[in-house]
């Protein structure tokens, strides 16, 4: 059996995998998000120069991270769709449950560093709104996907995403630069 047939799940098991796996990725992204916003907020006196100059260099330094990366990209080999075609749904579930936990997004972290040093308050909003927008935005696509975005190839962009992600931090931290 192919693996496209194994895994053909009906539309509403697969938004309510991709909701879960968006939940994981939340959940560990506002958990470093937390770590880092801490660690800002006890330094947040001595954090002006800090802010203005290291956080916005940090984002160009981690778009600069996501560029390189993206030209090592290692692509799906066919060993590893062998395994999964081998594998059970529930074992293929958590596994993606457990990646998507593993990958907490970086390029918001910066975010929260620079939250901390507004107080709590500040944190736990940048926790819950990147959480809402997450789940909600992966969701959707996934949703959205389900009923027919699946007709055009989003391979290019998929592929590029390394690339994307690493521009928009690079732009992001010269912005930051000039406008704090």
């Not at 693996?3 to 098991?13: D, G, I, N, R």
């Not at 389900?146 to 592929?159: A, D, P, S, T, V």
């Amino acid at each position: 059996m192919a693996l496209k047939e194994k895994f053909a799940w009906p539309a509403e098991k697969t938004i309510r995998v991709a909701m879960w796996a968006a939940l994981a990725h939340s959940l560990s992204t506002f958990m470093l998000g937390v770590l880092l916003g801490l660690s800002s907020l006890s330094l947040a006196d001595n954090l002006t120069n800090y802010t203005r100059w290291a956080v916005p260099v940090l984002l160009v330094m981690l778009g600069i991270y996501f560029v390189v990366q993206h030209h090592r990209h290692q692509h799906f080999h066919v060993q590893e769709k062998q395994k999964l075609e081998k594998a059970g749904r529930g074992q293929v579930i958590t596994l993606l449950l457990f990646v998507m936990f593993l990958s907490p997004c970086l390029e918001i972290e910066a975010y929260f560093i620079i939250a901390g040093t507004y107080g709590w308050e500040a944190i736990l909003g940048i926790g819950l709104l990147y959480s809402l927008i997450s789940v909600a935005g992966i969701t959707l696509w996934v949703a959205l996907a389900q009923k027919g975005l699946h007709r055009f190839n989003w391979h290019r962009l998929e592929h590029n995403s390394g690339l994307i992600s690493g521009a928009v931090l690079i732009i992001t931290g010269i912005i930051s630069i000039f406008t704090h």
